[in-house]
T-cell receptor, first 112, second 115 residues
Framework: AQSVTQLDSQVPVFEEAPVELRCNYS??????LFWYVQYPNQGLQLLLK??????LVKGINGFEAEFNKSQTSFHLRKPSVHISDTAEYFC??????????FGPGTRLSVLP | DAGVIQSPRHEVTEMGQEVTLRCKPI?????LFWYRQTMMRGLELLIY????????DSGMPEDRFSAKMPNASFSTLKIQPSEPRDSAVYFC?????????????FGNGTRLTVT
């Protein structure tokens, strides 16, 4: 079975500051890794994904994430956040592309 | 591409009534997922289909919940009878058949309130 942990339920940060949202996972098989974003009253949208190859992946809206196999982590980063980045962010794993297991989410609040 | 379409967007019903949620996946996608989102439990997978066949329904909470996919372009999630604890946002998502590592595409959800 797979599980995803997002240790920070809420992250407040000032506009133009950097941010890191943490994600750790557990799985007995190889998985693909994803970050999704959810804006209020909307469904989840894909930010980025890691399948193989370079451990640093770039996504939309200036976000990037780094896969660390030894630490089973897939942390999301952005060097400078905007007010419009305020949303909930979900880390997810997918074993062999079958089911998707989501973390509990991190609510990012960007303050002016 | 219209994306995943869910209806209705909002549903308010009384306890004991039957509720039917609807989903139209993206054309060509042959995986379809139903998720439930609550503050307490986050995103929970209820059931998913591949080529209209239910693959894993272990997340369906009780016999009151049932899901069908009569064809590749339509799925329903039914709750009968509904209870206040079923209040949540229900999401449908679909995935591309040709790429086993393709992401999920979500609809905008149905917000269900059972009074």
């Amino acid at each position: 079975a797979q599980s995803v942990t997002q240790l920070d339920s809420q992250v407040p940060v000032f506009e133009e500051a950097p941010v890191e949202l943490r994600c750790n996972y557990s799985s007995s098989v190889s998985v693909y890794l994803f970050w999704y974003v959810q804006y209020p009253n909307q469904g989840l949208q894909l930010l980025l994904k890691y399948l193989s190859g370079s451990t640093l992946v770039k996504g939309i809206n200036g976000f990037e994430a780094e896969f660390n196999k030894s630490q089973t982590s897939f942390h999301l980063r952005k060097p400078s956040v905007h007010i419009s980045d305020t949303a909930e962010y979900f880390c997810a794993v997918s074993p062999y592309g079958q089911n998707f297991v989501f973390g509990p989410g991190t609510r990012l609040s960007v303050l002016p | 591409d219209a994306g995943v379409i869910q209806s209705p967007r909002h549903e308010v019903t009384e306890m004991g009534q039957e509720v039917t949620l609807r989903c139209k996946p993206i054309s060509g996608h042959d995986y379809l997922f139903w998720y439930r989102q609550t503050m307490m439990r986050g995103l929970e997978l209820l059931i998913y289909f591949n080529n209209n066949v239910p693959i894993d329904d272990s997340g369906m909470p009780e016999d009151r919940f049932s899901a069908k996919m009569p064809n590749a372009s339509f799925s329903t999630l039914k709750i009968q009878p509904s209870e206040p604890r079923d209040s949540a946002v229900y999401f449908c998502a679909s995935r591309d058949r040709d790429s086993y590592n393709s992401p999920l595409h979500f609809g905008n959800g149905t917000r269900l309130t059972v009074t």
